[in-house]
T-cell receptor, first 114, second 114 residues
Framework: AQTVTQSQPEMSVQEAETVTLSCTYD???????LFWYKQPPSRQMILVIR??????QNATENRFSVNFQKAAKSFSLKISDSQLGDTAMYFC???????????FGTGTRLKVLA | DAGVTQSPTHLIKTRGQHVTLRCSPI?????VSWYQQVLGQGPQFIFQ???????GRGNFPDRFSARQFPNYSSELNVNALLLGDSALYLC?????????????FGSGTQLSVL
């Protein structure tokens, strides 16, 4: 069975600084997708970034980028130039290709300090 | 355009009762998924529906059921409520429910079972 582990329950970062959130996963599958979702106090989950496992190039979306290490089964999220609006819970998620069951980690609460 | 809408936003029930939660997907989206998010944890997959057919089911007891209507809206039903059913229930929609698609989440229904 697939598992997703986020070992940092809480983190904080100063505004404009860079922070990295960690995620590891376990699977025997070769084709899958990895995601980072943000959940602000409004409770609505918002997709931050997505990575296809078959792509070696790390995904980037503006200030958000990932470090995908397939052999190590690691998928960290880097937030550059942190903004107050980045304050939220961040969830790492895994999806086996061809299935519909997302598996989420337990989340990291990120607080951006002014 | 309206996003994914869920109703009600909050609900209080007592043990043994049943509850119906409702979800309207984004216009044009044909797939709806349901997730349960217990406090302090990541969302857990309950169901996915596409074109009114169940495509996937998570590890939840038969007390949980769902359906999708011709207009693609969906209901999640939970019978014989237990205290442990207290959670945020999230609905997500996507165009076809495929793995490479972006999921759009609603703001959830907070269910409290007393």
């Amino acid at each position: 069975a697939q598992t997703v582990t986020q070992s940092q329950p809480e983190m904080s970062v100063q505004e404009a600084e860079t922070v990295t959130l960690s995620c590891t996963y376990d699977t025997s599958e070769n084709n899958y997708y990895l995601f980072w979702y943000k959940q602000p106090p409004s409770r609505q989950m918002i997709l931050v970034i997505r990575q296809e496992a078959y792509k070696q190039q790390n995904a980037t979306e503006n200030r958000f980028s990932v470090n995908f290490q397939k052999a190590a089964k690691s998928f960290s999220l880097k937030i550059s130039d942190s903004q107050l609006g980045d304050t939220a819970m961040y969830f790492c998620a895994f999806l086996t290709s061809g299935t519909y069951k997302y598996i989420f980690g337990t989340g990291t609460r990120l607080k951006v300090l002014a | 355009d309206a996003g994914v809408t869920q109703s009600p936003t909050h609900l209080i029930k007592t043990r043994g009762q049943h509850v119906t939660l409702r979800c309207s997907p984004i216009s044009g989206h044909k797939s709806v998924s349901w997730y349960q998010q217990v406090l302090g944890q990541g969302p857990q997959f309950i169901f996915q529906y596409y074109e009114k057919e169940e495509r996937g089911r998570g590890n939840f007891p038969d007390r949980f059921s769902a359906r999708q209507f011709p207009n693609y809206s969906s209901e999640l039903n939970v019978n014989a409520l237990l205290l442990g059913d207290s959670a945020l229930y999230l609905c997500a929609s996507s165009l076809l429910g495929e793995a490479n698609e972006k999921l759009f989440f609603g703001s959830g229904t907070q269910l409290s079972v007393l």
